[in-house]
């Protein structure tokens, strides 16, 4: 078990989603990391709306990172404690000394590699439109395309859930 500083979780999470990446949870690390990029892009359509949004984004992801940090040490502290201590010989243990349980990892998570390149393709895409076409990209927040992607977004996911969890 590999044992993870909880200070130096706590200040990679002052970036949304480091501190995740850092005790590996990558997927839960880039979700932080895309919604704080999709606040930040859509605070211009929406400046009362998205501001909140990335605050309180930020604040779950660093309570969350260092929630699961502190896991991780409790976890630790358990393992080392199981493997380690005096009692280990002498004590009633359910199990003989050389078959100790394996310790069980805080959950994973895996990344689907379709999901993240398509995300680093509109990323990037965004990033192109706003640094090689300003005036296209102003244009566009004129006519509040944050609000109408974000409602495509809303009306695609809805549309997704339904059509996944429907009753036959």
Known sequence: MIKKKRWLTFMLAMAPGVGHLYLGFKKQGLQFMIGAFICIIFIPSMPSVFPFALAAL?????????????????????YDRMMYSQDMYGGDLPWPPLSMPHMPDYPKDD???????????????????????????????????????????????????LKKNKKA
């Open 58 to 78: 930020w604040f779950y992801q660093l309570f969350d990172a260092l929630q699961r940090a502190t896991w991780n040490k409790m976890a630790a502290a358990e």
């Open 111 to 161: 990344l689907d590699s379709a999901w993240v390149g398509g995300a680093c393709i509109l990323a990037g895409f965004l990033l192109l439109l706003i640094t090689a076409f300003p005036d296209l990209w102003r244009l566009l927040t004129e006519i509040n395309i944050g609000t109408i992607l974000l409602s495509l977004g809303l009306i695609g996911y809805g549309y997704h859930m």
